[in-house]
């Protein structure tokens, strides 16, 4: 049989399943006919695989011009353009290359607006915190060379983080382990472990930090309690800013 129609050569790259039995063999000893979904199946893979970093942003008004204008979709008076991104051109070495064309002309203006689109996540990753409370933490008696500080952080989407540091030298077979505790020391929850000597931690939704006000790092033994071992290294107030 001829080599199989390109067009149902992309929908096998896509994963549909529209191959005849004819085609399954002609795939089978057409080295040419293989080498293309090779291709547009690598196309495909690459373009899934962007978006499976969350919600992004809506390209600009001219990405869809420069589309429109690659597919010979219609002209549009364009808006003014921003600086051009660059895209390596896409080739298909196959007897059958001119007929491609278009096809992987489509194939670079998705691969175009999932690459915009992760510029725009990525500057919006990058858009800072907004430090909402502080605490300066105090030594207890027992660790007096101990000092620290927690900074409470609110993110984009509205959640809460806390980042702290602490200097103090860590006891052999311990760890230390993050609180937020109630003014009145009735009720306490635990952020995590403390590795190193700086680290974030995400602030459970239930928890209101105008009811859990002090910031509490204490030095826990290795026994599998989870409670607190009443051996606190260093605690503070959060005054908020």
């Not at 298909?92 to 690459?115: C, D, F, K, Q, Y």
Request: with cysteine.
């Amino acid at each position: 049989m001829p080599h199989i129609d390109p067009e149902r050569v992309a929908l096998l790259a896509m994963g549909e399943p529209v191959a005849t039995a004819e085609e399954s063999e002609h795939l089978a000893d057409c080295a040419a006919c293989v080498d293309e979904l090779a291709a547009l199946r690598h196309a495909a893979v690459a373009g899934r695989a962007s978006f499976d970093i969350g919600d992004l942003e809506m390209p600009p008004e001219v990405v869809w011009v420069r589309i429109a204008d690659e597919l010979s979709l219609g002209t549009r008076t364009p808006e003014p353009e921003a600086p051009a991104a660059v895209v390596a051109p896409v080739v298909v070495e196959t007897p059958h290359r001119r007929v491609l064309t278009r096809i992987w002309a489509l194939a670079a203006s998705l691969v175009l607006v999932a690459g915009v689109g992760l510029g725009v996540w990525s500057v919006t990753q990058r858009v800072p915190l907004t430090e909402i409370a502080e605490a300066t933490l105090a030594p207890f008696p027992g660790h007096p060379s101990a000092e620290g500080t927690a900074v409470v952080q609110e993110r984009p989407d509205g959640t809460l983080a806390v980042r702290v540091e602490l200097s103090a030298d860590a006891a052999p077979d311990t760890f230390r382990e993050v609180w937020l505790i109630t003014a009145d020391a009735t009720a306490l929850v635990s952020l995590g472990v403390l590795d190193g000597t700086e680290q974030t931690f995400a602030i459970p939704a239930e928890v209101d930090l105008k009811d859990y006000v002090l910031v509490d790092v204490s030095q826990e033994p290795v026994d599998g309690d989870p409670n607190h071992s009443g051996d606190s290294i260093v605690r503070g107030e959060l005054s908020f800013l």
